[in-house]
T-cell receptor, first 116, second 112 residues
C-alpha cells in the first residue's frame, strides 16, 4: 500500500544532530497528523495540520518542529533530541469534513527513531 | 479518568473462540468511533467504524452505546491471523479535522 509514505523508515541520531522526517500522502486528503508511539504507551498526537495550517500542537517540546508546505507533504524537523524521544513516529492523513462526521485516518509505516 | 480506556490484556484465546473487547470514553461530545488493528512493529490500520446501530463485517461486530459512553468489538471464530493489538479510537470533529484520541490497545493472542 502506498497511500501514505514515510522516510526514512529507520533513523539513528545523536543528541546534537539535526534531521528531518518526511511524510507524503497520495490520497487527496486535507488533514495530516504526526503521532509518537513509545513502548507500552498509547499513540500520542503531536501535531495536526488542516488545509496546511497547524491547528493543534499538543504541548510538544520545541525540539520537534513541524512543517507542512502543501496538503500532500508533512515534515518533522528534529534537533537536540533526548534519548527518551526514541520512539516510532507515525504520520497519518484524513479527509476532514466541516460540520459532518469525521473520516478515518490512514497511517504511514512510521519512522523508528533511536536517539543515542 | 483517561479519555479512552481499554483493558490492555493480553487476551489469550484458542482458535475458534469468541472474544470481546471493551472501551470507554470520557468526552460525551465525541462524534465518531473506530477500531484499528496494529500488528507488532507496524502502523495501525482501520478495522472498522462503529455506528450507533451496531455494525458487522464478517466475523467482526462493533457496538456503540452513547448513553454509557462504551464501545465494544466482538470477534467470532478467532483465527491465528487475528493476533494483534486492537485500538479503540474516538474522534471529535473540530472544524475540518479530527481531534483523535487512541486507547492504549488490547492485545489479542490466538493460540493454535
Amino acid at each position: 500500500e502506498t497511500g501514505v509514505t514515510q522516510t526514512p523508515r529507520h533513523l539513528v541520531m545523536g543528541m546534537t544532530n539535526k534531521k528531518s522526517l518526511k511524510c507524503e500522502q497520495h490520497l487527496g486528503h486535507n488533514a495530516m497528523y504526526w503521532y509518537k508511539q513509545s513502548a507500552k504507551k498509547p499513540l500520542e498526537l503531536m501535531f495536526v495540520y488542516s488545509l496546511e495550517e497547524r491547528v493543534e500542537n499538543n504541548s510538544v517540546p520545541s525540539r520537534f518542529s513541524p512543517e507542512c508546505p502543501n496538503s500532500s507533504h508533512l515534515f518533522l524537523h528534529l534537533h537536540t533530541l533526548q534519548p527518551e524521544d526514541s520512539a516510532l513516529y507515525l504520520c497519518a492523513s484524513s479527509q476532514g469534513k466541516r460540520g459532518g462526521s469525521s473520516y478515518e485516518q490512514y497511517f504511514g509505516p512510521g519512522t523508528r527513531l533511536t536517539v543515542t | 479518568r483517561k479519555e479512552v480506556e481499554q483493558d490492555p490484556g493480553p487476551f489469550n484465546v484458542p482458535e475458534g473462540a469468541t472474544v470481546a473487547f471493551n472501551c470507554t470514553y470520557s468526552n460525551s461530545a465525541s462524534q465518531s468511533f473506530f477500531w484499528y488493528r496494529q500488528d507488532c512493529r507496524k502502523e495501525p490500520k482501520l478495522l472498522m467504524s462503529v455506528y450507533s446501530s451496531g455494525n458487522e463485517d464478517g466475523r467482526f461486530t462493533a457496538q456503540l452505546n452513547r448513553a454509557s459512553q462504551y464501545i465494544s468489538l466482538l470477534i467470532r471464530d478467532s483465527k491465528l491471523s487475528d493476533s494483534a493489538t486492537y485500538l479503540c479510537v474516538v474522534n471529535l470533529d473540530s472544524g475540518g479535522y479530527q481531534k483523535v484520541t487512541f486507547g492504549t490497545g488490547t492485545k489479542l493472542q490466538v493460540i493454535p
